[in-house]
């Protein structure tokens, strides 16, 4: 397999944690994609979802966890960054990029899709 490295992916405190937690709770032992949702109505976000390494992949370890994303995306998003939100009424996954893929990218949270 051709895997390649990412170092454009920054985990803040507390995410890499809570993506191991939401993992280990559901018994998944899969990478975690760094994806481009789109839900029909509004500008696409980021979005995390439990998915397989593809060959032409790029991939970052750390921590215990293997994040995936495929190189268009990387190009169109450029550096991410994830963090875990976890405040009274608000739970959940929050990504930004350096090139915003929406009008309201990093203001909402996502949780895990898969």
């Known amino acids: 397999m051709g895997v390649k490295s990412i170092t454009v992916v920054n985990l803040e405190p507390g995410a890499s944690q809570a993506i191991k ?9 899969r990478p975690i994609r760094i994806d481009l949702n789109f839900n029909g109505c509004c500008d696409s976000s980021l979005c995390l979802r439990v998915d397989s390494i593809l060959d032409s992949d790029l991939t970052l370890e750390s921590d215990g966890l293997t994040l995936i994303v495929s190189p268009d995306t990387a190009r ?3 550096e991410v960054t994830i963090s875990y939100v ?9 990504l930004t990029s350096s090139n915003p893929v929406g009008e309201w990218d990093g203001f909402s949270l996502s949780n895990i899709i898969f």
Do not use: M, P, T, Y
């Open 21 to 29: 937690s939401f993992l280990a709770d559901k018994g998944i032992q």
């Open 86 to 94: 976890n405040e009274a009424g608000r739970k959940g996954f929050r």
């Open 76 to 78: 169109l998003v450029g």
